[in-house]
T-cell receptor, first 112, second 112 residues
Framework: DQQVKQNSPSLSVQEGRISILNCDYT??????FLWYKKYPAEGPTFLIS?????DKNEDGRFTVFLNKSAKHLSLHIVPSQPGDSAVYFC???????????FGKGTRLSVIA | DVKVTQSSRYLVKRTGEKVFLECVQD?????MFWYRQDPGLGLRLIYF???????EKGDIPEGYSVSREKKERFSLILESASTNQTSMYLC???????????FGSGTRLTVV
């Protein structure tokens, strides 16, 4: 039973345009959400996060939106750059000392 | 700069061998985790440890065991390697109460 779902395995975007990566979750106990970025042959690196008490968090070109009623979050990258080409993982956790639950990832390709 | 170090980037082992994957962190983190990443399956949790000498099964513990004798080191053991354990193995650590992980660079294990 997948608690965190990234339904788009891949996404292709032109350089300079907006990239929107989506993530849905089923566990209503999740209260913190994170996005990680992963290049081939490297470990994932933290990108941005959001607490369930917020609906938006921005960091430079990256913005995460959370819609709790829909159990949906999205990562917006604008403008997209070729260096953004990577696999993006959505992750979530509930309160307490629990492990992160990851989605299957979305491969973003930014075309110059 | 804080670090999670995985001892090998690439490993090739034979079916039936006992395999040790080592992970060391220098951040004095209490929590440590082992995930495997496979195409189309995302990051799946194998085992985790809340503190020294403690271990908890994740979602896919079969065929694996772990050891945490010291706080900084978390070892993943493949008791008898099989070809379906060919994967990218990722170690991560986290401070107690924190949300995000710091990941190592990963070990690409091939079992032949």
């Amino acid at each position: 039973d997948q608690q965190v779902k990234q339904n788009s395995p891949s996404l292709s975007v032109q350089e300079g345009r907006i990239s929107i990566l989506n993530c849905d979750y089923t566990n209503s106990m999740f209260d913190y959400f994170l996005w990680y970025k992963k290049y081939p042959a490297e470990g994932p690196t933290f990108l941005i996060s959001i607490s369930s008490i917020k609906d938006k968090n921005e960091d430079g070109r990256f913005t995460v939106f959370l819609n709790k009623s829909a159990k949906h979050l999205s990562l917006h990258i604008v403008p997209s750059q070729p260096g953004d080409s990577a696999v993006y993982f959505c992750a979530a956790r509930s309160s307490g000392n629990t492990p992160l639950v990851f989605g299957k990832g979305t491969r973003l390709s930014v075309i110059a | 700069d804080v670090k999670v170090t995985q001892s090998s980037r690439y490993l090739v082992k034979r079916t039936g061998e006992k395999v040790f994957l080592e992970c060391v962190q220098d951040m004095d983190h209490e929590n440590m985790f082992w995930y495997r990443q496979d195409p189309g399956l995302g990051l799946r949790l194998i085992y985790f440890s809340y503190d020294v000498k403690m271990k908890e099964k994740g979602d896919i513990p079969e065929g694996y065991s772990v050891s945490r004798e010291k706080k900084e080191r978390f070892s993943l053991i493949l008791e008898s390697a099989s070809t379906n354990q060919t994967s990218m193995y990722l170690c991560a650590s986290r401070q107690q109460g924190a949300y995000g992980y710091t990941f190592g660079s990963g070990t690409r294990l091939t079992v032949v």
